[in-house]
């Protein structure tokens, strides 16, 4: 297991990582170093991002291109303005994302067969995932995920090409479909214990 973490710093001078963000800075400008450590209580890895919001974008390239020995497959950080798209790109290397989100009450659970029977989760996975979407994209997720692993592309870009400001392509909404899988598998304990029907073995 590994756990990821941003440390936000005012800049005073502009430097090209440098960004404004209110929420952190103010009026001035900052920059996130990024720290991860395993559980063998080790730093493995380090990388300074810049200073916005989206933390999530950095995170699948600081696991990647990290050059400890280190091979954790679980990865936890808060809730670092996780995506659909992220989880499933983490999912689709083999890694199991793992963020503290905030109020998970209020985030979706899907589903893929719309008349199967998840007893007390039935009213919280109401949302259908797209599997055909993923179907007639399957080949260029697996290429994607391919190129990721062959470390062919950098993630970080990778992402922001698939979401044109923020508006997904295609094939991003396809490997957002994918994630909605793997956000749910993530949940779905929280969903249980937060129920109030009993749980029947």
Excluded at 18 to 32: A, C, E, V
Excluded at 104 to 131: C, F, H, Q
Aim: charged share 20%; hydrophobic share 35%; aromatic share 10%.
């Amino acid at each position: 297991m590994a756990s990821a973490d941003g440390i936000r710093y005012i800049v005073p001078q502009r430097s090209l990582y440098s960004r404004y963000n209110p929420k952190y800075f103010g009026r001035g400008r900052g920059i996130t170093f990024y720290n991860f450590i395993s559980d063998q209580y080790i730093g493995f890895h380090g990388m300074v991002v810049q200073g916005t919001l989206r933390d999530s974008l950095y995170l699948l390239d600081g696991v990647l291109n990290q050059a400890s020995g280190l091979e954790p497959k679980q990865i936890m950080t808060d809730t670092a303005r996780y995506s659909d798209l992220i989880f499933s790109l983490f999912g689709l290397l083999g890694y199991q994302f793992s963020p503290r989100i905030a109020n998970s009450l209020g985030t979706k659970l899907w589903r893929i067969d719309p008349e199967a029977d998840y007893k007390m989760l039935n009213d919280v996975s109401k949302n259908k995932i797209n599997t055909d979407r993923i179907s007639e994209n399957w080949e260029d997720i697996l290429r994607v995920a391919g190129s990721l692993k062959s470390g062919k592309v950098n993630s970080t870009e990778l992402i922001k090409a698939l979401q044109q400001n923020w508006n997904p392509t295609e094939l991003g909404k396809a490997i957002i479909e994918c994630g909605k899988i793997y956000k749910t598998k993530h949940l779905i304990p929280t969903a249980i214990f937060c129920t109030d029907v009993p749980v029947t073995p």
